[in-house]
């Protein structure tokens, strides 16, 4: 399965919030994941807002010939307001679709991915950065793309600015402002059609 495919699947919805339980019912369903743990570990938040980690458990069930089950941990920051713990969470349930060249194995590509992800516009080089770089910063948009449908914009869109605002329609979708007044903006339009196209 494919963030595009998923993508497309969520657009279609008409109620909001999106619970990021519903994404990871989609993966488990089609068989790209068992298991999904969240914690909330004292991070910073300025730096470091969230963090996958997935693994194959072997031993379970207690058999030494038994299934292997895809595990993945998920990590947000607890100082994050409950709008960026939704953002933060989706997001990195996507990362398990990463195809393996955007993942970070060692601890010094992990170390380097945190140095470049925090670097403000102007110093990003998306040319060097690498996938696990460029994967995060997609990423985010992937998952605003997911917790905000298209369908839900566009039935949004007669009513903005004007009946709704940006801070009601981010109270409606759960999601940071911010991000809202960009996917109620005419600029979403051409960066949904890319993030959603196979």
């Not at 069930?61 to 998920?74: Q, T």
Request: charged share 25%; proline share 7%.
């Amino acid at each position: 399965m494919s963030i595009a495919t998923l993508i497309q699947k969520f657009s279609a919805l008409e109620k909001v919030p999106v619970d990021v339980n519903d994404v990871i019912a989609e993966l488990r369903t089609r068989g790209i994941v068992d298991e999904v743990y969240f914690f909330e570990p004292e991070l910073n938040s300025y730096r470091l807002k969230g963090q996958l980690v997935h693994y194959e458990k072997w031993d379970y069930p207690a058999s030494e010939n038994g299934p292997i089950v895809r595990c993945a941990d998920i990590y947000y920051a607890r100082d994050l307001p409950r709008d960026w713990q939704r953002l933060v969470s989706c997001k990195e349930v996507l990362h398990i679709l990463d195809p393996s060249g955007c993942l970070a194995r060692t601890e010094d590509e992990v170390k380097t991915l945190f140095e470049k992800i925090s670097l403000p516009p102007d110093m990003q080089d998306p040319l060097n950065d690498g996938g696990a770089v460029n994967s995060d910063r997609v990423a985010l948009f992937q998952a605003v793309a997911i917790l905000f449908p298209y369908t839900v914009r566009n039935l949004l869109m007669p009513h903005f600015p004007g009946t709704f605002t940006v801070q009601d329609i981010a109270r409606m979708v759960d999601l940071p402002p911010r991000f809202v007044s960009f996917v109620m903006s005419s600029s979403w339009e051409v960066m949904h059609r890319i993030l959603s196209e196979d």
